[in-house]
């Protein structure tokens, strides 16, 4: 079967492999020059199926409230004239409740654990280097109260197979000895054996090197046009390569595929409403910074989420990656206004207090390079992903996968793979996959 993926992060990626080893026919088309050049190029590189509790609890809307005015807030709500946030928002107040907290947590969690193993599946074939550690991914907490609400969260995960357990102060310095200097602020710690951490950018561009090498065609430098339709199924997609020919026209050529799959990110909502499919998927615009080690043996090897500021801190070779936070405000990718500027400072700030002169922390007005970096996360109300068929014959979905893209994404493009060829993915949320909720199942 001949098949069209649009977008070429992590999940479009990951879609072309699993479609490849099923026997499609697969070509990809993006608008960047390569793979994984937007929302899967400067991530914190968590594969963290221990963490991936969703945004929406009872306690998200009062300390949304509080932060709403606060520059280098986890989560800022930034209101727009935009009838689609305003809609998103108050889906996501829906879940704010115990029970579809739970409810939530267990496909999330299902779909990690399921990734995970198939992520594996995919290094083992191919031996894709991309910065690995399998060394788990630790979590430490400097207010007390937030230590002790840890327990519940770990037992949580543990009702779901994820050995996610408690850990003193002194043992968190002891699996990560990087942290002994700020060893004080701490109150403890939870850690999960289990989870890693990896360069997504390297992996995704590797895996469409694989892909590519399989016969699959990748048509970069290029934008859709338009879903073009017939009664009511996608016959063509009409694309442009960017710029334009000698008489400055757009140059616009139809693709005729068997299937299409939308794996767009962000951009996937706005472009099926323009077939009718309308998914609530909105833009979380997320931060990192990426700082050269000045002293690499005191850097941390456990990837390590910092609570206080809900930051994540990846070692990645010769350089640290540190990313978080979700501003919600539209499509913005600016870097240069004083909301962005504020938050990518903070960055800096927060690892100079916790490594102080582990990394080259300046910012670029001291003179340092810290390669900051913002990406738009498509986040759903319940932080679970849409994969599955739409109402629009031949056109299927993966999209909406928040910040857990790296997480999820080799689960989800086999899981739809699998879809696609009239099988039911194997979750643990449910026999045979039913109780996840795939769309269109």
Not at 107 to 122: C, D, F, N, P, W
Not at 188 to 212: P, V
Not at 363 to 373: D, H, K, L, R, S
């Amino acid at each position: 079967m001949k098949t069209i993926v649009l977008g070429a992060g992590i999940i479009g990626i990951s879609t072309a492999w699993h479609l490849l080893q099923r026997g499609h026919e697969v070509t990809v088309v993006d608008r960047q020059p390569d793979a994984a050049l937007e929302t899967s190029f400067g991530n914190a590189g968590q594969i963290s199926v221990s963490y991936c509790e969703p945004w929406a609890n009872r306690d998200a809307p009062l300390k949304a409230l509080k932060w709403m005015f606060d520059k280098e807030a986890p989560l800022l709500f930034r209101p727009q004239l935009d009838w689609q946030q305003w809609r998103w928002g108050l889906q996501f107040l829906a879940q704010c409740n115990d029970t579809a907290f739970e409810r939530n947590v267990q496909q999330i969690v299902a779909l990690g654990a399921y990734s995970h193993t198939a992520l594996k599946e995919v290094v083992h074939a191919t031996g894709i280097d991309y910065h690995r550690l399998e060394r788990g991914i630790a979590h430490f907490y400097t207010d007390a109260k937030a230590f002790d609400a840890a327990a519940h969260a770990s037992e949580l995960m543990r009702q779901y197979g994820v050995e996610r357990r408690m850990v003193s102060r002194d043992e968190l310095l002891q699996i990560e000895p990087a942290f002994r200097s700020y060893g004080d602020h701490i109150a403890g710690g939870t850690y999960t054996r289990s989870d890693e951490s990896g360069d997504a950018r390297q992996f995704t561009q590797a895996l469409a090197r694989r892909c590519a090498e399989r016969g699959a065609q990748f048509l970069y430098g290029h934008h859709v046009v338009r879903l073009e339709t017939t009664g009511n199924a996608i016959d063509s997609i009409a694309v442009s390569a960017h710029g334009s020919d000698a008489r400055g026209q757009k140059d616009v050529k139809k693709l005729v595929a068997n299937a299409y799959v939308a794996a767009c990110g962000s951009y996937t909502a706005p472009l099926l409403r323009s077939v009718g499919v309308d998914l609530p998927i909105y833009p979380g615009k997320g931060y990192s910074a990426t700082f050269p080690l000045l002293r690499p043996d005191d850097a941390p090897q456990v990837s390590t989420i910092d609570d206080g500021r809900k930051i994540a801190m990846t070692r990645m070779g010769d350089v640290l990656r540190v990313a978080g936070t979700i501003e919600l405000g539209g499509f913005d990718l600016s870097l240069d206004n004083p909301v962005a500027r504020a938050r990518c400072h903070m960055l800096s700030r927060r690892i100079e207090e916790i490594l102080p002169g582990v990394c080259d922390t300046r910012t670029p007005e001291q003179g340092g390079n810290p390669q900051y970096w913002t990406g738009l996360r498509p986040a759903t109300p319940t932080n679970i992903p849409f994969i599955g068929r739409t109402k629009v014959g031949k056109l299927w979905v993966n999209a909406g996968h928040g910040t857990l893209g790296w997480t999820h994404g080799a689960g989800s493009g086999k899981a739809l793979a699998e879809l696609m060829g009239g099988a039911m993915p194997q979750m643990a949320s449910g026999k045979d996959g039913k109780g996840f909720g795939f769309l269109g199942y």
